[in-house]
Protein backbone atom coordinates (compact mmCIF):
# COMPACT_ATOMS: atom_id res chain seq x y z
CA UNK A 1 0.00 0.00 0.00
CA UNK A 2 1.59 3.44 -1.07
CA UNK A 3 1.99 6.13 1.72
CA UNK A 4 1.55 9.38 0.98
CA UNK A 5 3.94 11.63 2.96
CA UNK A 6 3.73 15.69 2.79
CA UNK A 7 6.15 17.67 4.38
CA UNK A 8 4.60 20.53 6.47
CA UNK A 9 5.64 24.11 5.50
CA UNK A 10 5.39 27.01 8.00
CA UNK A 11 3.06 29.54 7.48
CA UNK A 12 3.68 32.78 5.65
CA UNK A 13 3.76 36.20 6.26
CA UNK A 14 0.15 37.18 4.25
CA UNK A 15 -1.60 33.45 4.95
CA UNK A 16 -4.46 33.45 7.18
CA UNK A 17 -2.62 31.19 9.85
CA UNK A 18 -6.38 29.30 10.25
CA UNK A 19 -8.35 26.91 9.16
CA UNK A 20 -7.54 27.88 5.99
CA UNK A 21 -4.48 27.05 6.11
CA UNK A 22 -3.04 22.77 5.64
CA UNK A 23 -0.26 21.00 5.91
CA UNK A 24 1.80 22.15 2.94
CA UNK A 25 -0.39 24.78 1.73
CA UNK A 26 -0.95 28.00 3.26
CA UNK A 27 -3.63 30.39 1.71
CA UNK A 28 -4.63 34.62 2.00
CA UNK A 29 -7.58 36.16 3.19
CA UNK A 30 -9.77 36.61 -0.11
CA UNK A 31 -9.55 40.09 -1.98
CA UNK A 32 -12.64 40.75 -4.01
CA UNK A 33 -13.51 43.01 -6.52
CA UNK A 34 -17.15 43.92 -7.63
CA UNK A 35 -18.29 45.06 -10.68
CA UNK A 36 -20.77 45.38 -13.22
CA UNK A 37 -23.46 42.82 -11.01
CA UNK A 38 -20.11 40.54 -10.87
CA UNK A 39 -17.48 39.11 -8.24
CA UNK A 40 -13.81 38.25 -8.89
CA UNK A 41 -12.14 36.64 -5.93
CA UNK A 42 -8.44 36.19 -5.58
CA UNK A 43 -6.86 34.07 -3.52
CA UNK A 44 -2.71 34.22 -2.74
CA UNK A 45 -1.87 30.66 -2.16
CA UNK A 46 1.33 28.63 -1.70
CA UNK A 47 1.31 24.75 -2.05
CA UNK A 48 4.54 23.19 -0.78
CA UNK A 49 7.23 25.90 -3.15
CA UNK A 50 5.04 27.14 -5.60
CA UNK A 51 3.11 30.48 -4.67
CA UNK A 52 -0.28 31.51 -7.21
CA UNK A 53 -3.44 33.49 -7.41
CA UNK A 54 -6.49 31.37 -7.18
CA UNK A 55 -9.24 33.58 -9.17
CA UNK A 56 -12.51 32.42 -8.87
CA UNK A 57 -14.94 34.84 -11.53
CA UNK A 58 -18.94 34.97 -10.71
CA UNK A 59 -20.03 36.69 -14.19
CA UNK A 60 -23.31 37.41 -15.11
CA UNK A 61 -24.40 36.49 -18.53
CA UNK A 62 -27.41 37.73 -20.85
CA UNK A 63 -30.16 35.74 -21.27
CA UNK A 64 -29.66 35.76 -24.98
CA UNK A 65 -27.95 32.85 -26.14
CA UNK A 66 -26.25 34.62 -28.48
CA UNK A 67 -24.83 37.59 -26.45
CA UNK A 68 -24.28 35.24 -23.69
CA UNK A 69 -21.82 32.71 -25.82
CA UNK A 70 -20.14 36.72 -26.85
CA UNK A 71 -19.62 37.24 -23.38
CA UNK A 72 -17.74 33.63 -22.51
CA UNK A 73 -16.11 33.95 -26.09
CA UNK A 74 -14.99 37.71 -24.35
CA UNK A 75 -14.68 36.05 -20.92
CA UNK A 76 -12.08 33.56 -22.16
CA UNK A 77 -9.94 35.89 -24.56
CA UNK A 78 -9.57 38.29 -21.64
CA UNK A 79 -8.62 35.54 -19.23
CA UNK A 80 -5.96 34.53 -21.49
CA UNK A 81 -4.75 38.45 -21.73
CA UNK A 82 -4.72 38.20 -17.80
CA UNK A 83 -2.10 35.42 -17.44
CA UNK A 84 0.12 36.66 -19.74
CA UNK A 85 0.23 40.38 -18.51
CA UNK A 86 0.24 39.11 -15.53
CA UNK A 87 3.30 35.97 -16.18
CA UNK A 88 5.29 39.32 -18.14
CA UNK A 89 5.38 41.10 -14.95
CA UNK A 90 9.20 40.95 -13.61
CA UNK A 91 10.77 41.95 -10.46
CA UNK A 92 12.61 44.84 -12.23
CA UNK A 93 9.07 45.84 -12.75
CA UNK A 94 7.77 45.90 -9.63
CA UNK A 95 10.67 48.36 -8.38
CA UNK A 96 9.14 51.21 -11.01
CA UNK A 97 5.89 50.75 -10.34
CA UNK A 98 4.12 53.51 -8.40
CA UNK A 99 0.56 52.13 -8.78
CA UNK A 100 -1.30 49.81 -6.41
CA UNK A 101 -4.05 48.37 -7.39
CA UNK A 102 -4.94 45.95 -4.77
CA UNK A 103 -4.19 48.69 -1.68
CA UNK A 104 -7.60 49.95 -0.41
CA UNK A 105 -9.15 46.87 -1.74
CA UNK A 106 -12.11 44.95 0.31
CA UNK A 107 -10.65 41.49 1.80
CA UNK A 108 -12.59 38.90 3.23
ZN1 LIG B 1 -0.47 29.44 6.72
Excluded: K
Amino acid sequence: MARFRRVETPHTDWCTRDHRCGVNEHRSADIIADAAGGRAIITRVRAADVDYAEIRIRVPLSRSESAAREQLGTALHLCRELLTAVAAIMPSALARRTDRWAIGRQAA
